[in-house]
């Protein structure tokens, strides 16, 4: 027999035993899938919800502009211009030259007059003070018709050195164009400063 006639015999042979594993291993896998359990795809379940209604709190209504005030430490640093717009000190607390101080540290009473661009009914003030807090006395909301709402009673809320005093009212029948506060500087040692003042409109 020669060589070639040989080899071809033998590859034929192979491929007889490779297409019989083929054909085998076939079979077995569709007898397996024949006979396994069938997996129910699961079940999904829609639940209709009811649209929930979103309460937005209003925030503050910062002071906008300065109207009057007694002292201010310089016309820059510390200066009346400070204690306007957002809080931008606090949280931090300290003799910190963002906030407004009087020209003295304990003199007998200070006062700062601030407006807002916006009048609008007021249920409360919130002061920001950010160095030596306490000291505010009271606070006057002034209507458009130039009526000043004496609001005494308020909740300090601190915050490490620093903290919020919160003046509450009944909402004003009147808009409120500005707000003005007293310090009583003697009764809290050290400068009094005060970062931001925010209106909060009626609920």
């Not at 809080?87 to 601030?114: H, K, Q």
Request: proline fraction near 7%; glycine fraction near 6%.
């Amino acid at each position: 027999m020669r060589l070639s006639d040989s080899i071809q015999s033998r590859a034929v042979c192979v491929a007889l035993v490779v297409n019989s594993f083929v054909t085998f291993v076939a079979v077995g896998i569709a007898a397996w899938l024949a006979v396994r359990p069938a997996h129910e795809c699961p079940t999904v379940r829609v639940v209709e919800v009811e649209p929930s209604v979103l309460t937005l709190t209003p925030g503050p209504q910062w002071a906008s502009s300065v109207r009057a005030f007694s002292s201010e430490y310089t016309t820059s640093a510390w200066s009346a211009q400070q204690a306007l717009g957002a809080p931008n000190v606090y949280p931090r607390s300290g003799d910190i030259d963002a906030a407004w101080a009087s020209r003295e540290p304990d003199a007998s009473t200070e006062f700062i007059e601030l407006g807002f661009a916006q009048p609008q009914r007021a249920s409360a003030l919130e002061i920001y003070e950010t160095f030596n807090p306490g000291a505010i006395k009271h606070v006057e909301l002034i209507t458009e018709q130039g009526e000043h709402l004496v609001v005494p009673r308020r909740e300090l809320r601190p915050n490490g050195g620093a903290a919020v005093s919160n003046f509450v009212t009944k909402c004003t029948t009147q808009r409120i164009v500005a707000a003005r506060f007293v310090v009583d500087s003697a009764n809290v040692a050290g400068w009094n400063e005060v970062d931001a003042v925010g209106l909060l409109p009626c609920p």
